[in-house]
T-cell receptor, first 110, second 113 residues
Framework: RKEVEQDPGPFNVPEGATVAFNCTYS??????FFWYRQDCRKEPKLLMS???SGNEDGRFTAQLNRASQYISLLIRDSKLSDSATYLC???????????FGTGTQLKVEL | NAGVTQTPKFQVLKTGQSMTLQCAQD?????MYWYRQDPGMGLRLIYY???????DKGEVPNGYNVSRLNKREFSLRLESAAPSQTSVYFC????????????FGEGSWLTVV
């Protein structure tokens, strides 16, 4: 089993739709969780950290489920500009070891 | 992305040639990383440096060497390039502990023919 797994997609959704991505992780001792966004041929950039109690930033909501070992990202009212690949990032081994998922591709269409 | 600067942005090498990818940061971060990104594989850690003067192997270190010249600079060297090293390379920095955000450079596209 991979340390961090994501559905690669692509998720094709109409503008204005709500879409959700999940990411599962295998190490129950993982402590830090993030969602990064990566545009085509660009570097990954932090979208949001994921806190135990869940957190929201505008149209984006991140949640953590430790019992089932997954994190989720919900995007409401999708915009064309949300089209990108979303990377799940988990601190899997303590110290500075961050493990990246392979990413979920989102395409928002008119 | 003025915080983390990578050079060169694009490079084509012949098999067996050597080259060094340069990375410099002006964010005063302790930790620096080199990742490679390949289709379907995600980002994989090559080497990292938790602080000036220290370096450690990551997930895929074979065929690479690194040097943490000072707090600002962390270079990645390919001694004898192979086609399997064709990839996009990202340098990244982090303030300190694992709970902090990691910041990436714009990437270096390397092709080995």
């Amino acid at each position: 089993r991979k340390e961090v797994e994501q559905d690669p997609g692509p998720f094709n959704v109409p503008e204005g739709a709500t879409v959700a991505f999940n990411c599962t992780y295998s190490n129950s001792a993982s402590q830090s969780f993030f969602w990064y966004r990566q545009d085509c041929r660009k570097e990954p950039k932090l979208l949001m950290s994921v806190y135990s109690s869940g957190n929201e930033d505008g149209r984006f909501t991140a949640q953590l489920n430790r019992a089932s070992q997954y994190i989720s990202l919900l995007i409401r009212d999708s915009k064309l500009s949300d089209s990108a690949t979303y990377l799940c990032v988990v601190n899997t081994g303590g110290g500075n070891k961050l493990t990246f998922g392979t990413g979920t591709q989102l395409k928002v269409e008119l | 992305n003025a915080g983390v600067t990578q050079t060169p942005k694009f490079q084509v090498l012949k098999t067996g040639q050597s080259m060094t990818l340069q990375c410099a940061q002006d964010m005063n971060h302790n930790s620096m990383y080199w990742y490679r990104q390949d289709p379907g594989m995600g980002l994989r850690l090559i080497y990292y440096s938790a602080s000036e003067g220290t370096t450690d192997k990551g997930e895929v270190p074979n065929g690479y060497n690194v040097s943490r010249l000072n707090k600002r600079e962390f270079s990645l060297r390919l001694e004898s390039a192979a086609p399997s090293q064709t990839s996009v390379y990202f340098c990244a920095t982090q303030p300190g502990s694992s709970g902090n955000t990691i910041y990436f450079g714009e990437g270096s596209w390397l092709t080995v023919v």
